[in-house]
């Protein structure tokens, strides 16, 4: 019977076989193709593995016929949504609520949609009606901390109170002391990450900096992970971790076991409340010392969480009574590395910061380019009070879905309804490609509150855009002047409306003004402590080794000095990366020097030898302008190197470019004329890196 398919189609579902429910589902409707309780099934199930249009197909002749069936209506409002047609999906909410007013299913997907039409605060509603009729079910406590992040009414005491409430459901049943057993020996530091977004996401661009930057020889470093999914991201986590730990479909009690097995003395959690989060075996107590850090912006209220590592900028003095952790000051909230998956790709020409583009449009563009669900009542408020005081500015919004009617509609008329006119605003969908060489079109970057922007803040800024933003009270209002802060432009934070509106003003107001700020943010930023992995890396060292030094001497293994990096499960030395370097340019393999060079970059975002090696080869490639350019780079990054200067004066020389100012740079570092330094030999490859002519042979670092 159509019954017996659906029953075992949903059983299959719900425990996680999601093949065998398609399967199921698909061999009932083969048999029964009317039936409505199939065909939902089956969309939902298609919607679980991401396959949306198909799972629309399936669920629209069911739809057509307007069904009393407050399942169907939940489902198509979750298809709706995964394909951003949000207005569509609240209205399928809205007729699950009427059939069902008190299904969580119904409740969860109006939150869902609410929340990306900018109405969070009827979404935070609907997500608590929902948990007064379900309040064990923890995903939806998930869904309405990380909802009540967007939501103006939002205090950090909030957030505080609600992530208690999560973290009372996810302790153990028995409480006691943690069972944990540190080492016995003096072995060094051991340090663990446990996170589930350990691939391409926001998280790895500052987890690689800090993973490429630890000392090993003081720290032994666990890395795990909780997704089984993986990509080049995870690759180089695996490279830079001594131990990488795959936890995906284990467990919880496996997990506890694991972890605990390895005796370490600190675990930071990567996640917070989102899905799949660490938290839920942390709440055994895994480590001597437990820390929260990038993932979620707020308290996980657990009881077992010692720290909550973040900056003062972020958490001024008063936020302690957000958290229920110890908050731990660093240097600044983490390091962030650009373009970490395509690391060479920051010495490219197209990410090269740029004039600031009204010199040439003759007009100011404002820009935002963030989460739809960022956009508030209050940040539309702010936007319109600068257009209003820009006469003949843009405003361009950067936001997925975008190239959708469904989406650009709704919110070019919550725009004109906050006064700001649809010809003023330039939409564009967001396209990975697009993630950086966007910001050359905008002028002056414009912050949504009262969740401010996150990694894009450090994207815009390493692009040299400005950006204005207002920092509230908690942590999640005040990231971006944290990151402000620490490239030494508090001037652009503010704390009023008033003042918001006022900032953005006098930046649009001086265009010459504007540029050379612009021109100056890369600069500051990594010249900032937002850059100094290393530094964020020793002060973090310096900070565990005394909280290990209560219950054990740490210790520390012996390597041989100088500079290099630990890969691969071995310090490398650059004498080693250098003699690769050389082995590998004579064979011209531009994938192993790729390979090696983003190896580097990992731990160095910019280093004198890759934009060397890069030049190199744009000159091998008959590009000469672009290895002058980058040969610059190198120059300029690695001081004080006679044979770098020597080749470059050759370099200018064969371009017919003007020598004068290297000449009187040589003169001024050196006492040396150009004259005489142009009488030297034109270095070669051997004597600018270092490496003996007999030396050249590959190396595993380039694998």
Same mark, same amino acid.
């Given at each position: 019977?159509?019954?017996?398919?659906?029953?075992?189609?949903?059983?299959?579902?719900?425990?996680?076989?999601?093949?065998?429910?398609?399967?199921?589902?698909?061999?009932?409707?083969?048999?029964?193709?009317?039936?409505?309780?199939?065909?939902?099934?089956?969309?939902?199930?298609?919607?679980?593995?991401?396959?949306?249009?198909?799972?629309?197909?399936?669920?629209?002749?069911?739809?057509?016929?307007?069904?009393?069936?407050?399942?169907?209506?939940?489902?198509?409002?979750?298809?709706?949504?995964?394909?951003?047609?949000?207005?569509?999906?609240?209205?399928?909410?809205?007729?699950?609520?009427?059939?069902?007013?008190?299904?969580?299913?119904?409740?969860?997907?109006?939150?869902?949609?609410?929340?990306?039409?900018?109405?969070?605060?009827?979404?935070?509603?609907?997500?608590?009606?929902?948990?007064?009729?379900?309040?064990?079910?923890?995903?939806?406590?998930?869904?309405?901390?990380?909802?009540?992040?967007?939501?103006?009414?939002?205090?950090?005491?909030?957030?505080?109170?609600?992530?208690?409430?999560?973290?009372?459901?996810?302790?153990?049943?028995?409480?006691?002391?943690?069972?944990?057993?540190?080492?016995?020996?003096?072995?060094?530091?051991?340090?663990?990450?446990?996170?589930?977004?350990?691939?391409?996401?926001?998280?790895?661009? *500052?987890?690689?900096?800090?993973?490429?930057?630890?000392?090993?020889?003081?720290?032994?470093? *666990?890395?795990?992970?909780?997704?089984?999914?993986?990509?080049?991201?995870?690759?180089?986590?695996?490279?830079?971790?001594?131990? *990488?730990?795959?936890?995906?479909?284990?467990?919880?009690?496996?997990?506890?076991?694991?972890?605990?097995?390895?005796?370490?003395?600190?675990?930071?959690?990567?996640?917070?409340?989102?899905?799949?989060?660490?938290?839920?075996?942390?709440?055994?107590?895994?480590?001597?010392?437990?820390?929260?850090?990038?993932?979620?912006?707020?308290?996980?209220?657990?009881?077992?969480?010692?720290?909550?590592?973040?900056?003062?900028?972020?958490?001024?003095?008063?936020?302690?009574?957000?958290?229920?952790?110890?908050?731990?000051?660093?240097?600044?909230?983490?390091?962030? *590395?650009?373009?970490?998956?395509?690391?060479?790709?920051?010495?490219?020409?197209?990410?090269?910061?740029?004039?600031?583009?009204?010199?040439?449009?003759?007009?100011?563009?404002?820009?935002?380019?963030?989460?739809?669900?960022?956009?508030?009542?209050?940040?539309?408020?702010?936007?319109?009070?600068?257009?209003?005081?820009?006469?003949?500015?843009?405003?361009?919004?950067?936001?997925?879905?975008?190239?959708?009617?469904?989406?650009?509609?709704?919110?070019?008329?919550?725009?004109?309804?906050?006064?700001?006119?649809?010809?003023?605003?330039?939409?564009?969908?967001?396209?990975?490609?697009?993630?950086?060489?966007?910001?050359?079109?905008?002028?002056?970057?414009?912050?949504?509150?009262?969740?401010?922007?996150?990694?894009?803040?450090?994207?815009?800024?390493?692009?040299?855009?400005?950006?204005?933003?207002?920092?509230?009270?908690?942590?999640?209002?005040?990231?971006?002047?944290?990151?402000?802060?620490?490239?030494?432009?508090?001037?652009?934070?503010?704390?009023?409306?008033?003042?918001?509106?006022?900032?953005?003003?006098?930046?649009?107001?001086?265009?010459?003004?504007?540029?050379?700020?612009?021109?100056?943010?890369?600069?500051?930023?990594?010249?900032?402590?937002?850059?100094?992995?290393?530094?964020?890396?020793?002060?973090?060292?310096?900070?565990?080794?005394?909280?290990?030094?209560?219950?054990?001497?740490?210790?520390?293994?012996?390597?041989?000095?100088?500079?290099?990096?630990?890969?691969?499960?071995?310090?490398?030395?650059?004498?080693?990366?250098?003699?690769?370097?050389?082995?590998?340019?004579?064979?011209?393999?531009?994938?192993?020097?790729?390979?090696?060079?983003?190896?580097?970059?990992?731990?160095?975002?910019?280093?004198?030898?890759?934009?060397?090696?890069?030049?190199?080869?744009?000159?091998?490639?008959?590009?000469?302008?672009?290895?002058?350019?980058?040969?610059?780079?190198?120059?300029?990054?690695?001081?004080?190197?006679?044979?770098?200067?020597?080749?470059?004066?050759?370099?200018?020389?064969?371009?017919?470019?003007?020598?004068?100012?290297?000449?009187?740079?040589?003169?001024?570092?050196?006492?040396?004329?150009?004259?005489?330094?142009?009488?030297?030999?034109?270095?070669?490859?051997?004597?600018?890196?270092?490496?003996?002519?007999?030396?050249?042979?590959?190396?595993?670092?380039?694998?």
């Amino acid at each position: 019977s159509p019954r017996a398919y659906f029953l075992r189609a949903v059983s299959c579902l719900r425990l996680g076989n999601r093949n065998e429910a398609l399967r199921l589902s698909e061999q009932g409707l083969a048999r029964f193709p009317e039936d409505i309780e199939l065909r939902v099934v089956m969309g939902e199930t298609l919607m679980t593995i991401g396959r949306y249009p198909q799972a629309r197909a399936a669920l629209e002749p069911v739809i057509a016929q307007n069904p009393p069936m407050w399942q169907a209506w939940a489902t198509w409002s979750s298809v709706l949504y995964g394909l951003q047609d949000y207005p569509g999906a609240r209205d399928a909410a809205l007729r699950g609520r009427a059939l069902a007013p008190k299904e969580v299913s119904t409740l969860t997907a109006y939150a869902n949609a609410m929340k990306e039409t900018g109405k969070v605060g009827e979404a935070v509603g609907a997500l608590r009606e929902a948990i007064a009729i379900a309040p064990d079910q923890l995903l939806l406590r998930f869904n309405l901390l990380f909802t009540m992040l967007f939501d103006e009414n939002t205090t950090g005491l909030d957030l505080r109170h609600e992530a208690e409430r999560c973290a009372q459901l996810m302790m153990p049943a028995k409480r006691g002391a943690r069972a944990l057993h540190p080492s016995a020996d003096n072995g060094r530091i051991r340090l663990g990450l446990m996170s589930n977004d350990l691939m391409s996401h926001a998280c790895a661009y *500052f987890v690689i900096p800090f993973l490429a930057n630890l000392d090993h020889t003081r720290v032994e470093v *666990f890395v795990y992970s909780l997704n089984g999914h993986a990509d080049n991201i995870t690759e180089k986590v695996r490279y830079f971790a001594g131990h *990488f730990v795959e936890l995906a479909g284990k467990t919880v009690k496996e997990v506890v076991d694991i972890v605990r097995a390895d005796q370490l003395d600190v675990l930071f959690d990567l996640g917070g409340y989102t899905r799949n989060t660490p938290l839920t075996y942390m709440a055994h107590g895994l480590a001597m010392k437990q820390l929260t850090w990038i993932g979620y912006p707020g308290t996980t209220g657990m009881p077992g969480m010692d720290y909550r590592l973040t900056e003062a900028m972020a958490d001024p003095e008063g936020n302690e009574a957000f958290c229920t952790e110890e908050l731990l000051h660093a240097p600044a909230i983490a390091s962030y *590395f650009p373009l970490v998956a395509r690391p060479l790709d920051a010495y490219a020409a197209a990410y090269r910061v740029r004039p600031t583009p009204a010199l040439e449009n003759g007009h100011i563009t404002f820009g935002c380019c963030i989460n739809l669900a960022k956009i508030s009542a209050r940040t539309l408020r702010l936007w319109s009070g600068v257009l209003a005081r820009c006469p003949g500015s843009r405003l361009l919004v950067e936001c997925s879905g975008l190239d959708n009617d469904a989406v650009r509609v709704p919110l070019l008329e919550r725009m004109a309804a906050a006064g700001i006119a649809a010809e003023r605003v330039i939409c564009v969908p967001r396209e990975g490609k697009n993630q950086y060489v966007l910001y050359h079109r905008i002028d002056v970057l414009l912050d949504t509150a009262p969740l401010t922007a996150g990694a894009n803040a450090c994207d815009a800024l390493w692009m040299g855009v400005p950006l204005v933003t207002i920092a509230g009270q908690a942590f999640h209002e005040r990231i971006s002047a944290s990151f402000l802060n620490t490239i030494g432009l508090p001037g652009l934070i503010c704390t009023t409306d008033d003042q918001y509106i006022e900032t953005a003003v006098a930046l649009a107001s001086d265009v010459a003004q504007l540029d050379a700020l612009r021109m100056s943010i890369r600069t500051r930023f990594e010249g900032s402590a937002l850059s100094d992995a290393a530094g964020l890396c020793r002060w973090l060292e310096e900070e565990m080794a005394k909280w290990v030094s209560a219950y054990r001497t740490p210790g520390q293994i012996a390597r041989p000095d100088g500079e290099g990096l630990f890969f691969g499960g071995r310090w490398i030395s650059m004498e080693e990366i250098a003699t690769s370097l050389v082995g590998i340019m004579a064979t011209y393999d531009t994938d192993a020097l790729a390979n090696l060079l983003e190896n580097v970059s990992a731990k160095w975002s910019k280093h004198w030898l890759v934009a060397y090696a890069l030049s190199e080869l744009l000159y091998q490639q008959g590009d000469k302008a672009g290895a002058l350019d980058l040969l610059i780079d190198s120059a300029m990054l690695r001081k004080y190197s006679l044979p770098l200067y020597r080749l470059l004066l050759a370099r200018l020389d064969e371009l017919g470019q003007d020598k004068s100012a290297l000449a009187a740079f040589l003169q001024e570092s050196f006492g040396l004329d150009a004259a005489v330094v142009e009488a030297m030999p034109v270095p070669t490859i051997h004597e600018i890196t270092g490496v003996p002519a007999r030396a050249e042979q590959a190396d595993e670092v380039a694998a």
